[in-house]
């Protein structure tokens, strides 16, 4: 009898740009790697997750990259960038700083599954206020948000943690942040309920610039 191969999910999605898009050449790609059966899923993170096998996994990852794809682990890490469509161009929007944030800290493991979001203008079209980390760009600088949540009775906004930030002061923070929470995050502590537990302030005196 056959041994069934374990399949393991994947995050695909088509990186920070204008607009989120895929082309047919990136369909094709994934499609070669999903059988007539199978399901493609969309997530509301601007994700697609497929079910490769184990054995394949580092073959896929590096044929999705070659046609412009980033992938990402599913499960307790840090989720790629979600970010508004940059509609006033690169440089205005801060499409830059989003994809070196993005590449900094996406994929790292932490506690619980951690929504990080980005928006370039005062808008908010990236829903930065009901992720966990929310970044806004005010100008030329980035104020930052933590614990929000956007399901659920308890819905709420997360709270403004620092303001006027420069992009390699947002690198660090954010960074510091993600560092004590999967020091101190308890397993499968969700962020927002990190930050009741842990205080703002504490977290605040913690973060070093």
Known sequence: MQETQKKIKLAINGGITFGAKLNAKQLVTISEYMNDEDELELTTFQQLYIEVQESKVEEVEEKLRDVGLSCYPVGNYVKSLRTCNFCKGSEEEGMP?????NNRIAGKPV????????????????????NDIGVMKIKDT??????????????HVGALFMENLTPEMLYETVENILDIYAEHGKKREPFFKFLNRFGLENLRNLVVL
Request: charged share 20%.
């Open 97 to 101: 700083v989003a994809i070196e944030l």
């Open 142 to 155: 980035y104020h930052l948000y933590l614990g929000g949540k956007a399901k659920g009775k308890d819905a």
């Open 111 to 130: 506690p619980f599954t951690l929504r990080p979001a980005y928006t370039g203008c005062p808008v908010g079209c990236g829903e930065p206020l009901v």
